[in-house]
């Protein structure tokens, strides 16, 4: 094989596109019918967890007041207080924490549990935080609705625990970056059916233990991406069906007795239903496994490529030549054309790995919250 086969510059962009936003997606995961019935129908309980999205930053020189406080009478040690932390873990879901607060809040106010002013000036806080680019308010989104708006503030926590409060924003987090994850998957297998439609009837080896063995098509090479990307989405898919179910209601663990309306909270959030049993509601983190496990398969395929057109690339193969705009130099070798990205594609796949496996060694839990 002689010369340039390949221009990579129709498909690297997009390549390195999905990498990226694939990597940002799984980031935090590391640093971790229709008809209504009275599912939960228990006395009322406010949080036993500190873990949230909304805990307010202990200000210096002054001590905290946390919402689980009211009986002690002496507060955590810094030492405690900094061990158990997860702000920085779970500020990556601040935009999920507002919209479910400003859903929770709207049916309050229709449920009677709320007055309808209340309701007004906390949805016009959340839109103010929602706009702002102050990293230290959306970390303590409650604090800061609390320093807007006054009192009315507070009232948002009524028939909410941070246990379902949070892991009703991990799902909303993980149905979100289903979606980008899907559309970059899409952008994908077109920029490869876009290359096998330029170079139709091209004819390039086909490699077994990388010797060469029988001749195929370079479309024929190019579409068994498409289709194990298209499997890909299948099982993006059928993840997002499963957990595209709402546990707000479940409070802590047992529900409320005030009379809320879970459906429309549901409804409001995009939620398939409620979730039927409340400590199934705040117990269950499975579908982060199976989000984990669905972009791991994902991340394998791209390694797959990556290592194929680093190959490609080779002055050995000589089948591809990466276009300047993805491609590094040598300080020392003029004559050097690297294709960084591409081996980065193949190498960052390995942090998708080290994701599932930390995450599997959360097991052996109770049911309901525990700190892990």
Known sequence: MQG????SSLLLPQQISLISKFRFHLGFCKNT????????????????S????????KKQNE???KLWGGRFEESVTDTVEKFSESISYDKALYKQDIKQSKAHAT????????????RDAILQGLDKIEKTDREDVHMNIEAALTDLI???AKKIHTARSRNDQVVTDLRLWCRDAIYKILLCIKRLQVALVNLAKVNEGLIVPGYTHLQSAQPVLLQHLLLSYVEQLERDNGRLADCRSRLNFCPLGACALAGTGLPIDRFMTSDALGFTAPMRNSIDAVSDRNFVLEFLSANLIVAIHLSRL???????????FGFLTPSNAVSTGSSIMPQKKNPNPMELVRGKSARVVGDLVIYRKTR???????KQ
């Open 4 to 7: 340039t086969l390949i221009n």
């Open 33 to 48: 019918q229709k008809k209504k019935s009275g599912i939960f129908s228990v006395n009322e309980t406010m949080s036993d």
């Open 50 to 57: 500190s873990s949230s999205v909304i805990l307010s930053e």
């Open 63 to 65: 001590k905290e007041v």
């Open 107 to 118: 049916m309050l106010a229709k449920q009677g549990l709320m007055t309808a002013s209340d």
């Open 150 to 152: 006054g009192e009315p």
């Open 306 to 316: 990556g290592e194929e057109w680093v190959l490609w690339a080779s002055e050995e």
């Open 364 to 370: 052996s839990l109770c049911s309901t919250v525990l």
